[in-house]
């Protein structure tokens, strides 16, 4: 597929969501209306190298389509301090003009039958994409029916991202189970990695679909864990950050 061309979009608003982790609002005020599937990405080009493709970093749209020019990115500082998500920290604020293409990707709800369940697996800013979904569904009236798992990995109880609007949701949608781990904090919820918390609703689930997205460790090791489970490479989707 031809790749779309750069348009500038402006920096809006940045919002904290964690220590470590920015919401970034964008307005593309050469498009109407933006229009992309919940699990698409952006990519924007940054001053940090003279090589145009060492420039480029992907991200997640965390926001639902909404008819609007505006999106929502979630970034995370990653390191090294020289990096890509370092020169976003320092430069973007309100008014700043970035150069970005898309949507771009393919990471999108696969069709569920109506026996499936679905498992968005996701370790910090990689709850992005199915934040997306699961807003898109929520305002459009059509969250589905069969049982949707989000499993979501962090260190630490700051490190829960958008954690009272998910709550909210499994509160308003019985078939929504929304559930953190953390591996660096004791708390009431669960402890540890990923893992731990999907594959027992997996036994219960031996139809279903995966969605899977971050940095690749966990992606990798999840992806293997539920091969060796016995699903299918077709049931897996996966999304790699990096
Ligand atoms: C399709 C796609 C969507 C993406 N969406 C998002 C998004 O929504 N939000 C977001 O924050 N990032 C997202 N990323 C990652 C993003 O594109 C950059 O790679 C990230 O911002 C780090 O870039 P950098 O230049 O700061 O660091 P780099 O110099 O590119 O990376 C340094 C090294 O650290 C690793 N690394 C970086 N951050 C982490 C981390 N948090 N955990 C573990 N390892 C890490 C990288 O793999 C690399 O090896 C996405 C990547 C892809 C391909």
Redesign the pocket.
Known sequence: MALLPWQSAIVEQVLPESPGTNRYFLRLPDTQAFDFVPGQ?ITVDLPIHEQRNKRW????I?SAPSGTNTIE????R???SE????YIWEHWKPGTVVPMRGPQ?TFTVPSLLPEESLFLICT??GV?PFRSMLQHWHQSGTFPQQPIYLIFGGRRREDLLYESELRGLADQYPQFRYLPTLSREAWDGAMGYVHAVYEPYCSQCPSAQFMICG??TMVDETKHRLEALGYDRKQIHL????
């Not at 970093?57 to 997640?60: C, I, K, L, Q, T």
């Not at 990115?73 to 995370?76: E, G, K, P, Q, R």
């Not at 999304?239 to 990096?242: A, Q, R, S, V």
Request: aromatic residues 14%.
């Open positions: 990405f970093r992907s991200y997640s965390a990115l979630l970034i995370v990653a390191e090294p990096g890509g998500s370092a990707g910090g800013t992005a940095w690749r999304e790699l950050y990096g």
